[in-house]
C-alpha cells in the first residue's frame, strides 16, 4: 500500500479549533454514556482518542460527526452548530469512517470509493475528471486499485477496510474522523494506514482523528492524545508530556513500565509481568 496520499491542494487553516464539542450530553435510549464532556479538536494535527472498552470513544465520534444528536450542549464545526448545516455540506467539510460499515450488496470497489465524491455533486455539477483523479489518488493510496473491479462482498476483511477508507480519502475533506480504521487490518497494513494518515496530515494539512485500541501505535503517531474512562476526558496533550504508568493503570488497570521507543522516541508501554 503507497503511503502517497490523494493528490489534493495543502489544507490551510488558522490556529484553532474548527471542530469542538461543547459540554454535550450523549447516550443512546435510556443510557447516558457522557455527561457534559467539552473537548477542542485541535487543528492542523492528528488527534488520537484512546481508552478502555466501553468508555465512550465511539460515541463522542459519533457526536463529533453528526450521527449522533446530543441530549444536550452542541457540536461546533466552523463556528456553527454542526445541526444547522445540510447534510451535504458536513460531507464536504467533514469525512467520516465509522467503526462498522455496510456496502451495498452488489457493489464493485471503484463504485464504492467513487461515492466519496457524492457531497461535490449537485444538478449542475456532475461527475468530473477531478472526482476521477480523487478516486484513483485514493485507491493507490490505499493499496486497492488492483480490486477495483472486485464485488465488495468477495474481499477479506482487511481489503474491504482498506476500501472504505480510500472511499473516506476520496471526499477530500479536511477533517477526518476514523473510528477504530486499523480493525480487520494486519501488522503491516495497519502501520501503513497509520503512516498514511500521519502524511495527511503533515503533507497535505489535514485535521485527522482517529479511535485506537494499541496504545504504542496511539502514542507513536498522536501529536494530540485524548484519554477517556467511563464517559469522560481525564487527560489531553502531547503523549510524551502525559503518558506515565500512573495514567495507564489508572485508566485500563494495567500495570506496566514506560520506556522511551527506540525508533520514535514516543512513550512505550512494557505491560509488567503478573506477579512482579
Given at each position: ?55 465512550g ?46 456496502a451495498?450488496?452488489?457493489?464493485r ?96 494539512g ?17 501529536d ?9 476526558i ?37 505491560p ?5
Amino acid at each position: 500500500m503507497s503511503t502517497t496520499p490523494p493528490g489534493t491542494a495543502p489544507h490551510t487553516t488558522t490556529p484553532g479549533h474548527r471542530l469542538r464539542a461543547d459540554e454535550i450530553t450523549i447516550g443512546y435510549d435510556e443510557r447516558v454514556i457522557s455527561e457534559s464532556l467539552s473537548i477542542e479538536i485541535p487543528d492542523g494535527e492528528f488527534t488520537v482518542i484512546v481508552g478502555p472498552n466501553a468508555c465512550g470513544k465511539s460515541t463522542l465520534l459519533r457526536a463529533l460527526s453528526r450521527l449522533l444528536k446530543p441530549r444536550s450542549g452542541a457540536v461546533v464545526l466552523d463556528g456553527r452548530s454542526i445541526s444547522s448545516y445540510p447534510a451535504k455540506e458536513v460531507a464536504r467539510r467533514l469525512g467520516l469512517l465509522p467503526q462498522t460499515s455496510v456496502a451495498p450488496e452488489g457493489i464493485r470497489v471503484a463504485e464504492l470509493v467513487a461515492r466519496g465524491r457524492f457531497p461535490r455533486q449537485s444538478m449542475f455539477r456532475q461527475w468530473t475528471p477531478e472526482d476521477e483523479t480523487a478516486v484513483q489518488d485514493a485507491m493507490t493510496a490505499t493499496g486497492v486499485t488492483d480490486l477495483s473491479s472486485r464485488l465488495v462482498d468477495e474481499l477479506s476483511g482487511g481489503q474491504r477496510q482498506r476500501v472504505w477508507v480510500a472511499m473516506v480519502l476520496a471526499q477530500e475533506t479536511p477533517l477526518v474522523l476514523l473510528d477504530e480504521p486499523t480493525t480487520f487490518l494486519d501488522i503491516a497494513h495497519q502501520i501503513e494506514l497509520l503512516d498514511l494518515c500521519a502524511e495527511l496530515n503533515r503533507a497535505r494539512g489535514r485535521t485527522m482523528v482517529a479511535v485506537l485500541h494499541d496504545l504504542n501505535h496511539a502514542f507513536r503517531y498522536a501529536d494530540h492524545l485524548v484519554a477517556m474512562k467511563s464517559g469522560r476526558i481525564v487527560a489531553q496533550g502531547r503523549p510524551a508530556e502525559i503518558v506515565d504508568a500512573e495514567l495507564i493503570e489508572d485508566v485500563f488497570g494495567l500495570r506496566c513500565r514506560i520506556i522511551d521507543d527506540p525508533e520514535s522516541h514516543t512513550p512505550l508501554v512494557i505491560p509488567r509481568l503478573r506477579g512482579t
